[in-house]
């Protein structure tokens, strides 16, 4: 049976837009026998789901609180899913076995460079949750040399220490009530939850050239890209990151190559509109 399923898993997962950019993709791409559903599961949950998935299934898209439950399913890993620590993909392979990847750091490279941020020497990264991995995966690969890492607790930035050593990134920790002074990087990457970082909307001294992504993409703009939208900077958005490592998930489940990126994007971005 050849694949011809995928999904996205998490909890909740009602909200997800993955389902809406890969169904765009199959009809771009004349996959008409493919289907891509959702699944709301936990981390107890998702073993017994993958368990349980026929031939059929081609792979599955990972979101919270899933990925480094679904990285320990995998029987191999890519080099940026194992340093991370994290998979948002799983790929099914030929002998019934997962592959598991991390596409949100293949994407986070991909739009910072699209925006311009090609070989940042400073980066700034908000935040010490699973997106702050990814961005480190990034700095890595965008040659930073000075990372530093923002958040409110030390512990969470003890906790990425382990990805950063792996990454081969040096990472300084910063207190949450110093962030301000670190906008001037040549990139920010801000990775927390809505509203944390609106103060700091006031507080930016933004320079010219700094390339700022920022994970939220509802309510946008956030009061942070804004103002540097304001003065004339760079700005990625959530979306613009959701969109991008979903085309290299649709490429590693139904084997099309490149993504029919410009139908995924005009149908996230019109539901994203609509919501």
Not at 54 to 69: D, V
Not at 139 to 164: C, H, K, Y
Not at 185 to 209: N, Q
């Amino acid at each position: 049976m050849q694949p011809s399923r995928a999904a996205v898993c998490g909890k909740p997962i009602a909200h997800s837009l993955s389902p809406v950019i890969h169904r765009a993709g199959y009809a771009a791409a004349g996959l008409t026998h493919w289907q891509y559903t959702s699944f709301e599961v936990d981390e107890l949950a998702l073993p017994g789901l993958v368990d349980s998935l026929g031939p059929e299934w081609a792979g599955l898209s990972l979101t919270m609180p899933l990925k480094e439950t679904a990285l320990r399913l995998a029987a191999e890993t890519s080099p940026l899913a194992a340093a991370t620590g994290a998979a948002n993909t799983l790929v099914r392979r030929p002998d019934g076995t997962w592959y598991g990847d991390n596409t949100d750091a293949v994407g986070m490279i991909r739009v910072l460079r699209e925006a311009g941020a090609t070989a940042p020497h400073s980066l700034t990264i908000l935040g010490g949750g699973g997106t702050a991995r990814a961005a480190l995966a990034a700095a890595a690969e965008l040659g930073a040399t000075e990372v530093a890492v923002v958040t409110r607790r030390p512990s969470a930035r003890d906790e990425l220490a382990p990805a950063a050593e792996a990454l081969g990134v040096h990472i300084t920790g910063v207190p949450w009530d110093e962030a301000a002074p670190t906008l001037t990087a040549d990139a920010v990457i801000s990775t927390v939850p809505k509203g944390a970082a609106d103060h700091l909307a006031i507080e930016a001294a933004w320079r010219a050239g700094t390339v700022l992504f920022d994970a939220i993409y509802d309510p946008w703009p956030t009061p942070l890209a804004a103002s540097a939208s304001a003065k004339g900077l760079a700005v990625i958005s959530g979306l613009d990151l959701l969109l991008a490592q979903a085309l290299s998930q649709f490429e590693q489940f139904t084997g099309v190559r490149p993504a029919p990126e410009r139908a995924m994007r005009e149908a996230l971005f019109v539901a994203a509109a609509a919501r």
